[in-house]
């Protein structure tokens, strides 16, 4: 029997019972994304060596991959 349960931090957990994994929910996780994408803005205009996040760039692509799949919507 399938589960689904919810948690506070934006996080739900679906799964079938010993096979069960978090997913993120994107209303909860987008706002993060921008925020981290700027901060990391920030910090590269005050010191060009600092190199870039990885995880800004995994937040670009994910807030590209939205832009362009909801485009059609």
């Not at 909860?28 to 600092?50: G, S």
Request: glycine letters at 2%.
């Amino acid at each position: 029997m399938e589960r689904c349960d919810s948690l506070a931090d934006g996080y739900i957990t679906l799964g079938v019972d010993s096979i069960r994994r978090p997913y993120r929910l994107a209303m909860f996780y987008a706002p993060e994304c921008l925020d981290t994408i700027r901060q990391n803005v920030l910090q590269r205009k005050a010191n060009r060596e600092k190199p870039t996040l990885a995880e800004a760039h995994f937040c670009l692509d994910c807030i590209r991959q939205t832009i362009q799949c909801r485009s059609d919507t």
